[in-house]
């Protein structure tokens, strides 16, 4: 069983850019796919970007397309999130998470059975 921890959030202007990580331990990330998910306050966990076991596929919410790239070093069992020109609508507690499934495109929180217990970050205007 795979253990993941997010790193990497804090306070940023509107603009600005940050870099998120997610550690793994327990497993390699090289058996799963992995992605980021964030929640606001009230609001339901959104997707929010997914890559593929080698790196080669990814996919993103329109919400976060042009500005957020993720990314994988299956060598240092880590995943990452750079975000750029963030907004205050970007403020949430961001989680990654993995499954050891494949052949489909995954983008609900359902199909993620392993999960970080999130970092912070927020946009201010």
């Known amino acids: 069983q795979v253990q993941l921890v997010e790193s990497g959030g804090g306070l940023v202007q509107t603009g600005g850019s940050l870099r998120l990580s997610c550690a793994a331990s327990?497993?390699?990330?090289?058996?799963?796919?992995m992605a980021w998910f964030r929640q606001a306050p009230g609001r339901e966990r959104e997707f929010v970007t997914t890559?593929?076991?080698?790196?080669?596929?990814?996919f993103y919410a329109d919400s976060v397309k042009g500005r957020f790239t993720i990314s994988r070093d299956n060598a240092k069992n880590t995943m990452y999130l750079h975000m750029n020109s963030l907004k205050p609508e970007d403020t949430a507690v961001y989680y990654c998470?993995?499954?050891?499934?494949?052949?489909?495109?995954?983008?609900?929180?359902?199909?993620?059975?392993?999960w970080g217990p999130g970092t912070q970050v927020t946009v201010s205007s």
């Open positions: 327990g497993r390699t990330i090289s058996s799963y796919a």
């Open positions: 998470a993995a499954s050891g499934a494949g052949g489909f495109l995954m983008v609900r929180p359902t199909h993620f059975p392993y």
């Open positions: 890559i593929t076991r080698s790196g080669s596929t990814t």
